[in-house]
Structures are given as C-alpha cells and as structure tokens.
C-alpha cells in the first residue's frame, strides 16, 4: 500500500507502528495475540522426512487473532491458492531462490517438521505485511475426526458442492457432523471443478463456526478436555504452543465473544493459470481488513 503525506502535525506525534490510511491513523495493537492454524494433507503420524518437497501442503490456512482488550476472537481464512512469495530450498536444505506460487506450497519444503512450519510462518507474515505470528499449529489431516469428536461433533448445514459424494451429504441437509463424516466435509474438494477450493473454504468456514462453538461449550463443560485433546492430537501435530499454554489459554478464550461475522476471508479473485488454480488478494480490501482485526484508530 502506498504511503499518505502526513500533516504537520501527524508528524511532530507521529509513533513507530502507526499508519496513516485514506486520512485515519491507526496504531497496531500490541496486546493481539495471532496464531496460524495449518491443515497439512497428511493422512499419518507427523514425522521427519527428507529436506525437499515432502514435508506436505498446508491445505487449510488460518490465522486466529486473540485480543485481550475487548475479548473477542477473530478468524481469517486464507485460500491455499494465494499467490505470494514462496522461498525454494534444495534437497540440501539450503535457500536457491524465492518464485511467485499457491501459498500452500511452502511447508512441502523443509523436514516436514518444526522447519517446514517456521517456513510457512514466515510466508503468511510476509503475506500480511510482516503482521507477527506468535505461535502455529500444523494438524495433519486425519486427525480432523479426533479433533471433530472430542467436542461432541459440529452441526452444519450440507453444501451443495458435495453433492454425489456421499449419501449422507445431500444440499441442504441438517446434519451433526461425527468421525469420518467431519474429515471429509473438511477435506474434500472436486480438483475437476473450477474454484474447488474456494469452495471448500467456504465449507470450511461453516465447519468452523460451529466448531468453535461446540469447543466453548465443551470447555465449559470440563476445563481439562483441552488437555485430552492436546495429548491425543499430539501424534498427528506439530506445534509451538506447549500443553501449559494450551490449558492454560482455553478457559480464557472459552469466554471471548465470538459469532459468524468474526471469521473473515482473504478477499480476491480466482483464475486459471498455466496449470494451477491461483488467487489473487484484493490488496486494498485485504488492508483493510488487517486493519480492522489487528490495529486501533488513533484518537
């Protein structure tokens, strides 16, 4: 985004972090606590593999902001197909070069472990404007119907791109959502159907509303189910985010307001590329949105 002349003024109070868009000053809030949620399309146990192209693609993306001042939740939804900045690394480990690619790409670099993830931090941070990431979860996908059962199940509403797939998801259709049948309302996406994942974002993003109320509840219910879960998803889990944090932090956020309106999603376009899906970001709509979750109006 490019820079607005500041007044004489702004510029005597001007401070580091502020910025000055369509004649607003707003100032990052620094007690906003992000973390980037991965879905890795991996169907065992994490494990290291080799440095190259194994470590699996983040096909579900998601930044969760916490913030302290007025308690509330808020989630972005970022498209596996967003073109940005990818870094290459050789079957060395070592960097080669950076190429404008689908942002779900990056973690395939890397051991498929804590390098792979630190990776993708870093491409999401980039992506947002160098916005901090202070911890990342990377789930492979199987463990979605561990996740899915340890609150209870989630009720959704059948979205008609599933339609054919399974008897149980006709359009439409009410239904609570329990083992196998969560992992692939999350999961499965046509590759023969333009804008599939799109599509299947915006499933996931029903999924997670309901998800997010069914873990409060649950919370509620028995504060240590964080810790079952924690430990049971472990094996299938790379994270930065210790058992204590985790414990600690789910009574706190089990109380922080949340409802549909607070999940957002990268705004832009799909099209067709040489041979791949790409999303391209409408920059001015993605700005603005960072700054309604992550910044404060300066009074």
Sequence with gaps: MGEEILTEEESEKWQEGWVKYQDTIYAYNEEILTFLIMGIDKQ???????????????DALFLVALNPKDKSLKVIGINRNTMTD???????????????????????????????????????????????????????MSAIPTINDAVGGVDVTISGDMDGF?????????LHLMGENAFWYVKYRNTDVFGSADMRLDRQKQYLNGFIDAAKQAVHRDATAVIDLYQAVKPQMVTDISLDEAAYLAPILADYAYDEDDFYTLPGETVMGEQYEEFYPDEDAMFEMILDVFYEKVQ
Excluded: W
């Design 86 to 140: 990818i870094d290459i690394y050789d079957s060395n480990g070592e960097y080669t070069s950076t190429v404008k690619a689908q942002l779900a790409i990056q973690h395939g670099f890397g051991n498929g472990m804590e390098e792979s993830c630190e990776y993708q931090k870093k491409a999401v941070e980039h992506l947002f404007y160098q916005l901090p990431v202070h911890g990342y979860a990377a789930v492979n």
């Design 166 to 174: 399974s008897e149980a998801f006709v359009e439409g259709r009410s």
């Design 44 to 58: 065992n146990d994490v494990e290291e593999v080799a440095e190259g192209t194994d470590g699996g693609q983040a």
